[in-house]
């Protein structure tokens, strides 16, 4: 089976301190750090056993805070991308972490979703960020939520990140009809695909891939069907891909989320971003 894991630890901590994110206000104990440290050497030793299966993977680290400033997850991704039966594995961050380990990565499979977050690091030390990992040739989009205040500061990036590096703008949402017709055109002049994330898709009984061949791991194996419609379909290390995998429906009204709506068929957002979906990279910008 092709499947892809969205994998998510016992973690919930950032090192930032953004006002609209949760996770900015909690700080993980020792003891739940090491928790989640378990949880991911559990997960890769699964993960090294289904080569023998048959089974190639795809692995997203989409975590609750900044996984990067931990050894393990470091060393997790050095790994995984040096597995054969390992297609790609990519993580989402903010790029605060030291990256001299990248070095070390199989750059035809290794990929960072960056996030840009304007007033908790320097425009000059992110791009030194971006650059580093430009210059190693390694897959990377950035991108940033896109309220007004942070305007400028997306756009300023843009204009300083190189060409080929595609930079997205995620819709902001919390407010319906937040923007004018004026900062829709702005925005898509930043991020030609803008307009692809401003709608909440009608998706209750339509087909998705979550559930599938798409699944949502926690840190302990439970496996959900999508992060947003949250049943329970089974346990990674009881029940396997094969035991998991089934066609089901979505069962929410909406789908809003580009790691949720990517993974619906009828949308065709693959024939955009080909295989880098899992990335966010349109064909247009791969290198």
Not at 130 to 144: D, H, N, P, R, T
């Amino acid at each position: 089976m092709n499947a892809v894991l969205y994998y998510r630890g016992a973690m919930s901590s950032c090192n930032y301190d953004c006002p609209y994110c949760p996770f900015s206000k909690t700080k993980d104990s020792k003891e739940t750090l090491e928790k989640d440290k378990q949880q991911l050497l559990a997960f890769m030793g699964w993960v090294r056993e289904q080569g023998a299966a048959g089974h190639r993977l795809s692995i997203f680290f989409n975590p609750y805070g900044e996984v990067l400033v931990h050894k393990w997850y470091r060393e997790a991704m050095i790994e995984l991308s040096g597995l054969a039966h390992v297609q790609k594995v990519a993580v989402q961050t903010n790029l605060s972490a030291k990256l001299d380990w990248t070095r070390q990565l199989a750059k035809d499979k290794a990929a960072f979703w960056v996030t840009y977050h304007p007033g908790q690091t320097s425009e000059a030390q992110f791009l030194s960020q971006c650059m580093k990992l430009y210059e190693q040739g390694i897959a990377f989009s950035v991108g940033s939520v896109g309220i007004r205040s942070a305007f400028d500061a997306i756009a300023r990036l843009r204009s300083l990140l190189p060409e080929d590096v595609y930079l997205w703008v995620n819709a902001f949402k919390d407010r319906k009809g937040y923007y004018t017709e004026d900062e829709i055109s702005y925005l898509t002049r930043i991020d030609p695909y803008f307009q692809l994330n401003i709608p909440d898709y009608d998706s209750l009984g339509r087909r998705c891939g979550a559930g599938s061949n798409v699944f949502y791991v926690q840190g302990a194996g439970i496996v959900k069907r999508c992060y947003s419609d949250r049943k329970v379909i089974g346990h990674l290390y009881r029940d396997g891909l094969e035991g998991l995998s089934e066609e089901r429906p979505c069962g929410m009204k909406k789908c809003g989320c580009y790691i949720g709506y990517i993974h619906m068929p009828e949308l065709a957002m693959d024939h955009v971003y080909g295989d880098r979906l899992l990335e966010r990279i349109p064909a247009g910008f791969a290198r």
